[in-house]
């Protein structure tokens, strides 16, 4: 699991009398084994002596012991100040490690941690983080996008049930049914196609053959493994009707959309190896190499050409979109961008806030948010910079002292067309459109203290507080207006309630789901939003555009809204033994563990903690 310092001093009670603190120096490993660096792919273990220090540029990478879990004793620091000093007791973090079959959770005594299961190894470039953290369908991920229509499931068997309307969009799967009877790891969404990754790395495709439903063009690349021009597949990322094949030579395969990024011949050689990970903007790619290099492909109007800013794409160590921009954060801490100039590809305006011009104006960036509208930095000295479209939360000078708030900001959650902030005593700031979430006028009072996580689905929020109860605002049809299941997201004081977990939300509904594995919906009822459907026993629930997926404990399916169609066809496939979904928003991976196979959720790159610095 990655820990940044941004993460440790936010959950931290360090301070400094005559400076700041601006580091944690490891003291000693409690268990498991510990990395530091400025990303998964370059850190190197921890040594006492010359590699013992977290700061805005370097993070930790812990991973367990082979069969720890539960309530671990990872680490201890100490606080180190802007002259050196360290402070003299050290401080235990924990991490609660679920075991292989339980869902990612983690908490931790001094910082709050998400974690991976038991015996999971951590992959260059991932970064493992709670399935909690889910946004909304649109902006949840940076590395793959969802299937408007169809679902598909993963059994325990390795092989594949797909359901939803129209079947040429992913819903029929009899063209490729025999390649997908057994050995699937792992199922990938485009939006209009999805894809299945193979236990010996093979990339099996079907859906709408123009948009990724096809990729016999490149079989001797990620499908024959027969053919001395294969080499097994990684991870495969998505936009708009392409699939992008990262293989394990740090090469890069597309097929799809050409216009999108299903062509990449322009930039091939760029791609031959050296590429750690690559970030989706939908209709362009951006793919960060082991030189810190950035290539990019797609749509040139979206962020497909760099061109532009080629020069200053150095030293780089993550990439981010708002869906038609990408920004990179470099190792300084400063950062580039470029894409559409209305929706963040233009940080001219504060580029003297994003980058060292030797006017004392600039402060490292620790985090980078995004939204539909724009993107959000956070610095090392705990101001936010934004910049996008104005109107949609690109400028939040409206906002601006309530932001800069002693407590500090902990996070901030970006739709469409609005951003919220949560900050560090548990309260809310919001900007930008009004009508969309930008506003909290009606619910201000409740959200003052007790916040601890912010959902959207675009046009409204939910806010999580920490009795397990849920407020929300924006666009009232959207699950902007949940009075409807007040009574079941409000502690009334009976003794009768049942905290909320995690909320799930698509672009027009939300899905709260109950300790007790019980859901409550509300927003646009035919996309999943009727509060008269409700479901037990739930374990995780996928959004699609249209409605809602949810795995039970006992391996089962269960789906409402739009991805009902199709449903009943294969209800009697899903009853029992499948072990994931096509899931946008986890690493859905059925893995080998001591010769046995072992299936659980991995939860990867697939949330806002993508927001933070990460490998």
């Not at 061109?307 to 030293?315: D, Q, R, Y």
Request: without cysteine.
């Amino acid at each position: 699991v990655q820990i940044s310092f941004a993460e440790l001093a936010a959950f931290g009670d360090q301070s400094d009398v005559d400076g700041s603190v601006t580091g944690f120096k490891v003291g000693s490993l409690s268990s498991g084994t510990l990395r530091i660096g400025s990303s998964a792919a370059t850190a190197t273990s921890w040594n006492p002596a010359s590699n013992d220090v977290v700061d805005s540029t370097r993070n930790l990478y812990w991973t367990p012991a082979t069969n720890s879990n539960g309530i671990l004793d990872a680490f201890t620091v100490v606080a180190k100040d802007h002259q050196g000093a360290l402070s003299s007791l050290p401080q235990q973090v924990q991490v609660d490690v679920s075991a292989v079959n339980d869902a990612p959770i983690a908490t931790g005594s001094v910082v709050s941690l998400t974690t991976l299961p038991e015996d999971a190894q951590l992959l260059p470039g991932d970064v493992y983080v709670d399935r909690s953290d889910l946004q909304s369908y649109v902006l949840a991920t940076d590395h793959e996008v969802g299937n408007h229509f169809i679902n598909a499931a993963l059994k325990q068997d390795g092989s594949v049930v797909a359901w939803g309307e129209p079947a040429a969009w992913g819903g029929d799967i009899s063209a490729v049914q025999n390649d997908l009877q057994s050995g699937v790891v792992q199922i990938f969404a485009s939006t209009y196609a999805l894809a299945a990754l193979k236990d010996d790395g093979s990339v099996v495709a079907w859906g709408n053959v123009d948009n990724g439903g096809d990729n016999s063009l490149v079989a001797s690349l990620v499908v024959e493994v027969d053919n001395p021009l294969f080499v097994p597949v990684q991870n495969i990322y998505s936009g708009q009707g392409v699939f992008v094949a990262l293989r394990e030579d740090g090469s890069v395969v597309s097929w799809g959309n050409p216009s999108l990024g299903g062509d990449t011949s322009l930039i091939a050689d760029a791609l031959t190896s050296g590429v750690v990970e690559i970030v989706s903007s939908g209709s362009s790619f951006a793919a960060l190499k082991d030189d810190g290099t950035v290539v990019s492909w797609g749509s040139s109007e979206t962020g497909g050409d760099s061109s532009s800013v080629s020069s200053a794409l150095l030293g780089v160590q993550a990439l981010f979109t708002t869906g038609n921009a990408f920004a990179a954060l470099r190792a300084d801490g400063s950062l580039v961008t470029w894409g559409h100039s209305w929706y963040g590809g233009d940080s001219s305006s504060v580029s003297s806030l994003l980058t060292d011009q030797g006017n004392g104006q600039f402060s490292p960036v620790q985090r980078v948010f995004r939204g539909g509208g724009g993107f959000a930095a956070l610095r090392a000295d705990g101001s936010l910079v934004t910049w996008g479209h104005s109107a949609y939360g690109g400028d939040s000078s409206s906002v601006a002292s309530a932001l800069s708030h002693e407590s500090g900001i902990v996070e901030v959650v970006g739709a469409d067309r609005a951003f919220a902030a949560l900050m560090g005593n548990g309260s809310v700031v919001v900007w930008g459109d009004a009508s969309l979430g930008g506003s909290i006028a009606s619910v201000a009072s409740d959200l003052t203290s007790g916040v601890q996580k912010i959902f959207t689905t675009g046009s409204s929020f939910a806010a999580l507080k920490v009795d397990g109860s849920v407020v929300t605002w924006g666009y009232p049809e959207y699950g902007g207006d949940s009075t409807s299941v007040a009574s079941l997201l409000t502690d009334s004081g009976d003794g009768s309630y049942v905290p909320v977990e995690p909320i799930v939300a698509n672009q027009r509904a939300f899905v709260a789901l109950k300790e007790d594995g019980s859901t409550v919906a509300w927003g646009m009822p035919s996309n999943g939003g009727d509060s008269s459907i409700t479901h037990t026993d739930v374990e995780l629930i996928v959004p699609t555009l249209t409605g809602f997926t949810a795995l039970k404990d006992d391996g089962s399916v269960v789906t409402w809204g739009g991805t009902a169609s199709g449903f009943d066809a294969v209800q009697g496939e899903l009853s029992s033994g499948v072990v994931s979904l096509a899931d946008p928003y986890h690493y859905d991976v059925r893995y080998q563990v001591a010769s046995q196979d072992v299936f659980s959720l991995l939860s990867a790159n697939y949330s806002d903690e993508l927001d933070e610095v990460a490998g």
